[in-house]
């Protein structure tokens, strides 16, 4: 501790208090066989959670120290291949619960659009010496965008609020300016008036907030919004405000002294108005609070919510998630009590708060809709589409291919949109006349939305649905050292595309996130770099050359010399073992698995 630590915790003072950096060598001893070996530059990390016994660290690559990026997919299923940094985090808050929470929440909102850090957890050695479980997380900074986003990083501002700085805004990189002026436009300008709320809608991304608060709410973090708050915006012409999710180790009914979680409503307490220094000052809840001042705003925030509260926020799939994420750990959680001398913890009964939150917090949540926003008892909408196949329907944030329900409430109109498949027309609303394709809805007047679509055969194909999936052929082909290739999508989800060696072994995640429907044309397609897989561009000489063109001319793509493999799938199924370029239809979430060549699948 050193001679100035303060004898409470968190220990103020302490040496581990410093802004110390220390050269040392990490190895990854993966779960796939491989392993991976780099000097490394390495602190003490985290604010209160540093008092632990079990400490946190953040690993950098430093030209000092070797090379300037580990070189190394530290994240399976990101896209994300080499790392500038990365965080060894003791789960901070929840170190003495569950050794899992925030990593949890990351599980749920994985294809909601939110920028979040990556979890995966790990088994820690420190000179030989075991050391317990550690989450391993992406360290948050400009390269953490840079990676995710395809932003330089001299274009990115990088802020966090922090009540101890000036203006309550901490800056990381970059700078705050943009944003200041922000605060003081909408200070100083009246949000109700459309002009107004359409200038602040193209300086912040309105869609992605609304999402980030709606999480953050749902989850009952009370160490927000005065504290843990990032966001960052691309500098560049058209760039906005978007906000990233971390460390919600408050979420999921912790901590204990705070009672009644699943019943609390964190939607009052992040616009109030009045709130403490910590954790809900006025100056952190300013721009949601005026931001709700106009309509059209607050009726997306109450749509998006009920559409997450109708999908990723049911119990049963809280509940799955959790599932999934304890296991990760289960087998190890009493040797890393032992080694930290926490006997005292009963794991299960911890994870089982969580599962206490999950199976009521939805019902709660809609009451406090209702009660904060002074609306009626919610209504259930039912959509259909009619023949099945024929089209969908955008609901809000939500794409429905077949039946569905769930709850909306009367005063904030809904948006349905029916789109058409190919070699489909749009003829109406079943029961609704006069009706148009698009149309803003309140749930008093309407609650069922039947699409009725016809044949057309003249539609211009470049405004419909795609009606599979297909890989698209590669342009330029031949190429060296680079190619891309367009996607087609019938349906917005999970897209994962994995590339194999001649061998069939997997070698790399080209990909891994979500897509919206349609063809990604030239500009919005996935590149391939052979280097990634060779080390080094083919040259006219290789030796492998024939059978690398062999390879591939037999899965019917001639010239398209690398990668051999190329799956692509939602992540819900093995891959199709072919030579050449492998495209591998994967299980629809909720539903089975199918497989086969020339298509992809996404849900």
């Not at 690993?59 to 080499?82: C, M, N, T």
């Not at 965080?87 to 929440?105: A, K, P, V």
């Not at 948050?140 to 990083?153: G, N, R």
């Not at 039946?403 to 609704?432: C, L, M, N």
Request: hydrophobic share 35%; charged share 20%.
């Amino acid at each position: 501790l050193g001679t100035s630590a303060s004898p409470n915790f968190p220990y103020f003072g302490a040496n581990f208090w410093q802004d110390w950096e220390k050269p040392a060598q990490f190895e990854i001893i993966d779960t796939n066989g491989q392993n991976y070996k780099a000097n490394a530059g390495i602190k003490i990390f985290g604010g209160w959670s540093r008092g632990n016994a079990q400490k946190s660290f953040s690993l950098f690559a430093r030209k000092k120290y070797g090379d300037s990026k580990f070189d190394y997919q530290i994240f399976p299923e990101s896209d994300v291949v080499d790392y500038e940094s990365f965080i060894l985090r003791n789960s901070g808050n929840d170190w003495e619960q569950t050794m899992l929470r925030d990593g949890y929440i990351n599980s749920i909102i994985r294809f909601t659009g939110v920028d979040y850090q990556q979890y995966r957890p790990a088994i820690g050695f420190i000179n030989g010496e075991y050391w317990g479980i550690y989450n391993m997380r992406e360290k948050i900074s400009e390269h953490f965008i840079s990676s995710h986003h395809d932003v330089p990083t001299d274009n990115i501002s990088l802020l966090a609020y922090n009540g101890g700085f000036e203006d309550n805004i901490e800056l990381i990189h970059g700078s705050k300016n943009d944003f200041l002026e922000l605060i003081q436009y909408i200070s100083t300008n009246d949000i109700t008036n459309s002009s107004v709320y359409d200038i602040v809608s193209n300086w912040i991304d309105v869609e992605e907030y609304i999402k980030y608060q709606i999480i953050q709410i749902f989850v009952d973090n009370r160490d927000w919004p005065g504290n843990n708050v990032k966001l960052w915006k691309d500098e560049r012409e058209g760039g906005k405000w978007r906000w990233i999710l971390y460390d919600a180790d408050y979420g999921f009914a912790f901590p204990k002294w705070m009672s009644n979680h699943q019943r609390f409503n964190t939607l009052d307490f992040a616009l109030e108005t009045n709130g403490p220094g910590w954790p809900n000052p006025p100056w952190s809840t300013f721009l949601f609070r005026k931001l709700m001042e106009n309509d059209s705003f607050k009726n997306q925030f109450i749509n998006t919510y009920s559409d997450y509260l109708n999908t990723i926020f049911l119990p049963k799939n809280l509940n799955d998630k959790l599932e999934s994420t304890k296991n990760g750990i289960s087998k190890y959680i009493n040797q890393h009590h032992q080694r930290w001398g926490q006997g005292y913890i009963n794991w299960n009964s911890e994870i089982a708060r969580i599962k206490q939150f999950a199976d009521s917090r939805t019902y709660y949540a809609k009451r406090h809709i209702r009660s904060t926003f002074q609306l009626s008892r919610h209504e259930q909408v039912s959509v259909s589409v009619t023949p099945i196949g024929a089209g969908q329907v955008k609901l809000n944030t939500l794409v429905i291919d077949n039946q569905w329900s769930g709850d909306y409430f009367p005063g904030a109109p809904i948006s349905v949109t029916a789109v058409p498949r190919s070699g489909y027309k749009f003829k109406e609303w079943k029961g609704i006349p006069d009706s148009l394709a698009s149309m803003n809805v309140d749930v008093e007047n309407f609650t069922s939305f039947e699409a009725v679509f016809g044949t057309d055969l003249s539609t211009d194909e470049e405004k419909l649905i795609p009606t599979s999936s297909k890989l698209l052929s590669a342009y330029p082909n031949p190429f060296n050292p680079v190619t891309e290739f367009s996607i087609q999508l019938p349906s917005e989800g999970r897209l994962v595309i994995n590339a194999y060696d001649i061998s069939v072994k997997k070698v790399d995640v080209i990909f891994d996130g979500f897509k919206k429907i349609g063809t990604f044309k030239r500009g919005e397609k996935i590149f391939i770099n052979t280097q990634n897989f060779l080390g080094r561009p083919i040259e006219k000489d290789d030796p492998n050359l024939n059978e690398i063109r062999s390879l591939n001319r037999g899965c019917g793509i001639p010239f398209l010399y690398l990668p051999p493999g190329v799956e692509v799938s939602d992540g819900g199924s093995s891959p199709i073992a072919l030579l050449g370029v492998v495209i591998a239809i994967g299980a629809a979430l909720g539903g089975g698995s199918s497989g086969g060549t020339g298509g992809t699948s996404h849900n």
